[in-house]
């Protein structure tokens, strides 16, 4: 004996059909529902798993082929900090706004300092770039050849950053020459970074 509710179209369907539909319904309505969960929820979440999967395997290539890199980034930084250092000192400093007229002044006494005897000089304006400033001196001197040799000398193992674009020198008298040179001082800036 069966309890069957009364007034229930379904149930009273269910009860009066013959036993081989019942097993026919209750596979199909199996089927659907395993059908629903495959398409519905586990093969979206195979695609989600394999698509995460293939992102760590390329994710672990390039982070194998990010070694080698990494290391040269940092003996390319202990380059760059060494090559710091050794322009440290030629770094034009924000309170030190005086350091092209010290330059020019020791490039003077220099002058002074060998014997030449200065005719004329003239300094241009300072031409400022983003990374460095640069002033220009023309300085017309006379002296013998040693001593334009012994002037030269000492400018070129000075520390400065100095560029000589035009350099002469002509015979004047007997040991007398005259030189004449555009000397270019270059101050490099500071980062502001």
Known sequence: MYFMPQGNAFYLYVAQIKKYHRYVITFCVSFFLLYGWLYGIYFRLERVIDTGQKEVVLLQKQKREMAPLTKQCQQLQCEIENVQSYIQPYIMHADSAGLIQARTLFLLKQIKSTGLKLNTYRIENPIDKNWYTKQIIHVDATGSMPQIDSFLTTIAQSNMMLQCNTISVQ?????????????HLIALKKNKN
């Open 171 to 183: 015979h004047m008298q007997r040991d007398i020459f005259s030189f004449n040179g555009d000397m």
